[in-house]
Nanobody, 124 residues
Framework: QVQLQESGPGLVKPSQTLSLTCTVS??????????WAWIRQPPGKGLEWIGS???????YYSPSLKSRTSISRETSTNQFTLQLSSVTPEDTAVYYC????????????????WGQGTQVTVSS
């Protein structure tokens, strides 16, 4: 059974950097063809893909967020992280990590396992 869990501060001040960690169990972030994604959902809005990291360490970002986004991994603890800089209240959302199931190593957009999500509020 694959499990993912987000962790990090639930409150971030405007202009600062949002930083979250996803801990993965039941699968390796460095083997097979799956990718590992960050997705968010602002209140009353739909899901928005932020970016993903492949088993090779290659990263892919949403064009609208690329300039502010960095995804990295810690292989020894089977974790990957999200950093979103220069946040504003518009970045307030529930943030999810998820597995992008892939048989090619390329983005599929098919997320078969999700974390429970963590609320992040950007406010003074």
């Amino acid at each position: 059974q694959v499990q993912l869990q987000e962790s990090g501060p639930g409150l971030v001040k405007p202009s600062q950097t949002l930083s979250l960690t996803c801990t993965v169990s039941g699968d390796s972030i460095t083997t097979n063809y799956n990718l590992w994604a960050w997705i968010r959902q602002p209140p009353g809005k739909g899901l928005e893909w932020i970016g993903s990291i492949a088993n090779s360490g290659s990263t892919y970002y949403s064009p609208s967020l690329k300039s502010r986004t960095s995804i990295s991994r810690e292989t020894s603890t089977n974790q990957f992280t999200l950093q979103l800089s220069s946040v504003t209240p518009e970045d307030t959302a529930v943030y999810y990590c998820a597995r992008d199931f892939s048989v090619s190593g390329r983005l599929s957009g098919s997320y078969d396992y999700w974390g429970q999500g963590t609320q992040v509020t950007v406010s003074s």
